[in-house]
């Protein structure tokens, strides 16, 4: 036992050493025991300090981590100042790693008592201090690094007033971050700096009462590889059992801590900065928030304890920004909300104020990839969610808050809201999920600005490149329906937009590539839900700007529309459209304010329902149509064109659900009128009443109740009950196709037009031709030319078969008002002649009552009687000038000056293919046009068509003014055949330029207009059963104002040329055949001078007249009559009875050229004139213009086999003739000038009249037999019979125009002349009648209608006359040349005539008549009063007629000496109601009367003077030249005495009578005229009766 002789401190320090290391291990050792059994988890000590109390080096296994703690010390603020409490516990170094779960098996053991920390901490909490300095945390899974270090940890508590625990933790200099095995670990995923604090307030139950965490500048670092990483991460840990394992455990450690969840929660964070980088490039994405703070109140489980149930809180969030590589993204300024959550109900409110939001496209793009991977993990993540079953409610506001989108280098795109609401409500109804939303907005804009994205200030202002804004926008949506309400909607459409939309597109597609997404396949069912949509808006502006910054702005006061399931309805009030060119500013006015528009629109109502669509117009609807406008809308369409063609980029567009069904759209007006600005002076206006518009496939109808057309405030035209219709096929005009054999088609397209009046006035003096012809057709030719339309293109013989036409009218009418000064004029006279009347019944009565007044006894003073006179005339005074005062006060009456007036027209027009196409149709025109020579290059023509056409009448009518007599009249007229309409291809000359006035910014446009005409080819076959035409020297002014009237209706051509006579016209215009079948014709003659006369006129009728017209000839086939209409008993005699008649006229135009080259007519613009033209007068009608015309007419009558005793027969009565030479003078007269001179601003020269145009005329007449009938009077008393057999007469006549050399500007006198003249007349007999005399008759009156008895007189078997070439006399004298052959030369044949008792009464009487009624004649003519005319003074008045003057001989012309002296101012009328002149003309008539001079066969003679008084008056040697020559071969002559019975024949082999024309000889001091008479007779016989038998007439045939 040596040891124990060791010094006691040798042991003392032994056993202080096995203490020590008893101690020191096994403290330790049995503390983490005791600790490990009270907390259940593995806790190891290593090492204790004893002073300065510290646990050193201590290990914690907690959960798959082991803990490692370097020091855990104690110390008290009684012993440090630096200790909070007063005690404090301080833990240094703390690292926490990770195990390897796979590597080790997890024991299983109970979870910690965490209940008994409550106990700890309520006793030790206000008295402890912990303080964690220098943590570190690392972790990793699945090649993810985690690293968090944390500088220092503190926590403090104290315990409050009612027994509740506080706790604040507080961290400082927090740093985590995330590496990744794949990047080797260098660059971090993820980092993140910050401090932040945790208050927690535990209750006296023990339950956590609130939590406060306050987070201060966290910084976050994050890669784009972490999201990859995560994304990995995730889908390997929903792989294996033990991440299964792990995840119920998680779940069942999460329910256990729900237990412990506070009841109120806070999160305050600042200054947050979160930083996303992209790895492999340059780029950055920021997040700052100044302030972000949430408190949570009503922390609860659900029954299960699994999930959590947040009762309600609120959030606030400032200062939100998001950059991209240093451009702004996101700006939001004050984000706010609350939100509430329990069992059912999960109700959220956020406010957003001052929200501004940047894309930026080259700066986000290269993220898209990244969000496109999160948001399909979010959508795998959300479809793998079940849904809850509560009650959802979403409040968000948003003020202020903008949008702009950068995309390239284009104009960005900007939008905004001041305000706008969204709520969303989500509930069930019975085991129905609702959802309603509801969205409100006020002043949402859109704009496409260069500038600020700030919001228009004023509400009624737009400001150009806001594509869209809305005051105030109302958005409901229910399951069911959805409601729209939209006020103060402004909408642009403009070509930046549609650039703006392709590049959104582009970008869309782009997009879609880049981030992987595949295309959607919408179509329109998607667009459209089954729900109904509701849309009401107020206040629409749509402004509509082309690319030449001019457009449209559309104001729509209020509109609203209307979707249930197909149905859809729209309804537009108060809609006008205006032009506008882009400014400044607009300023949006109601509609009643906007004065200048294009288009106004009171109401209109859609409606659609396939396969029906319904569109109606109430009110009025009106547009202005200017060139501009069109031009602006043609714009508009080229861009909304081209923006079509760059969004399909090629590609065919989808077929829509609208475009694939049939649909048939209704279209009804009540009130429509377009106003069109042809030029600046004119402008025509459409004008529609109710109409509706039907269209279909293939089928088309419109139906106007009344239409006018107005040019410049004039009603032109007028239609009633129009209806136009395009139709497959039509049996009407199927049946008249199977009447033509020459079409090949048996059907067609048809085109039906039916109107019940159409109607065309003109007023009087207004230019029409100037509006239609030249303005309207001028924009017309404009329209043509932008649209870029060529009329030779769609008649090819490849193009669709044109539609065929049938238009029927109603009632037709043309009216050309009459002068207004003329119809008052009238109304004046009418109203002063009646006036008249009435004054003389007012007098008519005042003598009546004065001669009662007498007769009763009443004696009235002269003075009285005068003065009730001139108050009568007073009064009468005045009541006309009242009258006139109210005729003038009312409008006058619109009288027509000329009326054309058709009934039941129809018109059928057919296309066929044998007509079809340029080769074809040219064909067909030079078959109808055979006679016109065709050039040998072709021509080329702008306009050419054929159709087979049908035109058919029931009446057609022409009057003049209010006259009873129409000028034409036909009844049930039919026309049928092929018409062709050409006009030709315009040679440069012959184009004139038009300049087409167009507004600004656009330019006047310039086209060029064609001088050629259209030319009509036909070939037709006419039926009228009536046709009547009238005509008379009375009508002529009228008709010279009608043409004056036509002027300005049909504007002449503007070719300087001489304009052409209307025969050069109409060759020139219309070339073919009409063959016509009348029934009756009529030509009215009228043969007085008052217009308004229909009793005094010549009718010539044509019955069954067949009438075929050529290239200038006539061929007509009838009974020809001629009637007398007059006022007496004459009236209806017929003249003149042709039966059976044949007459042909044909024309033979002399031209200069060709008559009939109208192909080589070309005319010249006024511009254009060639210079060969300027020394003379230019005329492009040289060549075709006729110089004269011949003119051959041929009659001839043949035997009727059915009726062969109908022959010509011409019935003649004495007043007749008279009534001829009546006629004669008014035919032959001259008419006066109307409306010419520089007053009417009318010097153009008269037309020339086709009466003087004649060269010649060559007449043939051919007649089988022949009757002339005459009578003195209509009482038959006296006449002559004449029957002949066969007549034939060849005659030409000549047309002299002799100049006038009297100094006067007149001109040219025509005078006619016969060139030749033969005529054959055969078997010809001449009776005398007379009526038989009673002895009972009256002795001075005159029985009518009394037996006729009739004389043999004359009878030949053949007459021949013939008239040579007329020489001048004074040539034939001096040269002998001609002196021998008589002028006229008359042989008769076998003539026999009887000469008796009777016969001679009934001579002397018809030759007594004749005497007297041709001196009446001269004695009534005016000219008679020029020999007592003393007056001097001049007047302008020319007699109608020749002057015929008895002292100048028979039908010689007064001299013009004689012609201007008798000359006056007054009328004859008025001369010969007064002075001189009426007390000789009665002499005249006296004398006339009484004084009558009938040849005796007993003359006294005289002794004294000689037997022979002839020979010694004549002279042989001064013959001019041999008129007559009468020869009468085989002659005989029966003399029967009134004394003796018996008779006396005369007979001659040869008799011949020469009549001479002698020189002139004076006598008497006067030149008289001097003529001779030889007569020769060869064989000359007597013969007597030998015996007087019992009968004494000419029964006995001795001739």
Known sequence: MDWLNLPISLFVACLGLIGVVLISWCVPYLLSKVVSFFLKVDVTIHGIQYWGPKLKHVEVRLRGYDILIDVIGITSSLIHMDAERLISVVVEGVDINQRNLSSSVRPKKSEPKIEKLFTVLNSLVQFMNLCIRGITIKTFRENMFVCIEVKNFNINGSILHNMEISLNGAVSKLNASIISSFSGFRDPLFTIESDFSVNLLIGSSRMLESVALTVQSPCVILR????????????????????????????????????????????????????????????????????????????????????????????????????????????????????????????????????????????????????????????????????????????????????????????????????????????????????VQDLETKTFWVSLNNGSASHPTDKDQHVWGTILSMGVLILKVEPKKLDILVDRLQVELTPKLGMAILKIKNFVESLRNEIGVARRNSGLPDLLPTRSVVLACANTNVFIVSSKEVGFVFRIDSWAAERLNEKFVCTIENCKASNLQPSKSYVCLPSAEIVSCCLSMEKMSYQSKLPLVTVGFNGPLSGHWTTSTHLTIIRILEDAKQFKT???????????????????????????????????????????????LMISKNKMRINVSAGELVFDDQRILTVRELSFARTDRDEQLNVEREGCERLQLRSNKATIVDIGTFRLYFPHGYNFADSFSEHLMGVSKWLRKVHRTNGNQLFMAESELPRDLRIKVGCFSMELADDPFEVMLRANYELLEDEYKESLKRKKALDGKIEELKKAGQCLAPAKIEELYRNLSQKTAEIYILRHRQMYGTTPPSVALFQ???????????????????????????????????????????????????????????????????????????????????????????????????????????VERSLCGLKYYHDFNCMFEYFSLAYGPCWEPVIAQCNLAIERVNRPSKDPSPSLPFWDKSRLLFHGRITSSIRQMTILLHTSLDPYNT?????????????????????????????????????????????????????????????????????????????????????????????????????????????????????????????????????????????????????????????????????????????????????????????????????????????????????????????????????????????????????????????????????????????????????????????????????????KSAWTKSNREMVFALYDSLIKAKMLKENLSPDVLNVFRTESNPSPLKPRGRNMDPSHGLGSPIPATTIGASITTPSPITRLQSGHAAGMLKKLIAEADSSSVVFSEDPVADANEPALQGIAACQTDDVLHNNWLIEFVNSQVLLKGCETKGYLILSAAIAQLLNRVHEPVWKDQTLVSKTSWICNLEGLQYYATVSAGSKDDLESKYL
């Not at 567009?653 to 106003?675: D, G, M």
């Not at 507004?999 to 006047?1004: F, L, T």
Request: proline residues 4%; contains cysteine; positive net charge.
């Open 224 to 435: 784009d590889k972490l999201f990859s990483e995560y994304q990995a991460l995730s889908s390997g840990l929903l792989k294996g059992s033990d991440n299964e394992m792990v995840m119920n455990d998680g779940s069942n450690s999460q329910a256990q801590m729900t237990k412990f969840l506070p009841k109120q929660l806070s999160f305050t964070t600042r200054n947050v900065d979160i930083s996303v980088q992209k790895s492999s490039e340059e780029g950055r994405c920021q997040v700052t928030l100044d302030l972000f703070e949430v408190n949570v109140k009503g922390v609860d489980t659900d029954l299960t304890g699994t999930s959590l149930i947040i009762g309600r809180g609120h959030f606030q969030m400032d200062n939100l920004t998001l950059r991209c590589n240093s451009a702004q993204i996101l700006e939001l300024n004050i984000l706010s909300g609350s939100f509430k959550k329990d069992k059912y109900l999960r109700q959220c409110n956020l406010v957003a104020r001052r929200l501004v939001v940047s894309y930026h496209h080259h700066h986000i793009r290269q993220w898209m990839t990244l969000v496109s991977r999160l948001m399909k993990k979010e959508k795998e993540t959300t479809a793998q969610e079940s849904h809850t079953l509560f009650h959802l409610e979403l409040l968000l506001e948003i003020v202020d808050a903008s949008v702009t989108c950068y995309m390239d280098n284009s104009v960005p795109l900007r939008l905004g809201a001041i305000q706008a609401k969204y709520f969303m409500k989500k509930y069930c109804e019975g085991y129905t999920w609702t959802t």
């Open 646 to 692: 760059s969004w399909s980029n090629g590609s065919s567009a989808p077929p829509t659900l609208l475009s694939a069904q049939k649909k048939t759209v209704e279209i009804s007006l009540e009130n429509l009128k377009i106003s069109c600005v042809l030029s600046k002076e004119n402008i025509l206006d459409i004008i529609a009443g109710s109409s509706q």
């Open 900 to 1006: 054309w007036l058709v009934k039941d027209v129809e018109i059928f027009a057919m296309a066929d293919p044998s007509m079809h196409g340029k080769e074809r149709a040219i064909s067909a025109i030079r078959k109808i046009d055979s006679d016109s020579p065709w050039p040998d290059d072709g021509i080329e023509f702008n306009t050419l068509w054929c159709r087979e056409v049908r035109f058919g009448c029931s009446s057609w009518r022409y009057q003049l003014r209010d006259f009873p007599q129409p000028l034409v009249d036909i009844k049930k007229l039919v026309i049928i055949g092929r018409l062709a309409g050409a006009e030709m291809e315009a040679a440069p000359r012959a184009k004139r330029t038009y300049k087409v006035h167009i507004e600004e910014p656009w330019e006047s446009d310039v």
């Open 1095 to 1391: 009793t005094e006129e010549m009718e010539v009728t044509w019955v069954d007249l067949l009438m075929d017209w050529t290239n200038c000839n006539f061929l007509f086939k009838g009974d020809f009559n001629i009637f007398v209409r007059t006022a007496s008993k004459y009236d209806d005699c017929r003249l003149l009875q042709m039966p059976n008649l044949k007459m042909t006229i044909a024309l033979q135009w002399l031209c200069l050229g060709d008559p009939n080259d109208h192909h080589s007519v070309m005319p010249c613009a006024p511009d254009k004139v060639p210079e060969y033209s300027m020394n003379q007068d230019h005329d492009s009608y040289r060549a075709f213009r006729s110089q004269n015309v011949i003119m051959v007419v041929s009659m001839e009558t043949k035997m009727k086999s059915r009726q062969p005793d109908l022959r010509p027969i011409t019935l003649l009565y004495g007043s007749t003739l008279k009534w001829f030479e009546n006629l004669k003078y008014i035919l032959t007269g001259v008419s006066r000038p109307i409306r010419r001179g520089r007053i009417f601003n009318n010097l153009r020269k008269r037309k020339p009249n086709l009466s003087r145009h004649y060269k010649s005329i060559r007449l043939s007449l051919s007649l089988h037999r022949y009757d002339i009938c005459y009578w003195m009077s209509y009482s038959m008393q006296r006449g002559v019979e004449l029957r002949c057999g066969a007549l034939t007469l060849s005659s030409e006549h000549n047309l002299l125009l002799v100049p006038c050399e009297d100094g006067l500007r007149r001109r040219p006198r025509a005078e006619w002349f016969i060139s030749y003249m033969n005529c054959d007349l055969n078997d010809c007999e001449v009776y005398l009648q007379a009526a038989l005399k009673d002895e009972e008759d009256p002795p001075l009156k005159i029985v009518v209608n009394k037996p006729i008895e009739k004389q043999y007189f004359l009878s030949v078997s053949r007459v021949s006359y013939g008239r040579e070439v007329s020489v001048s006399s004074a040539v034939s004298y001096i040269s002998g040349v001609g002196r021998n052959l008589p002028t006229h030369r008359l042989v008769v044949h076998d003539m």
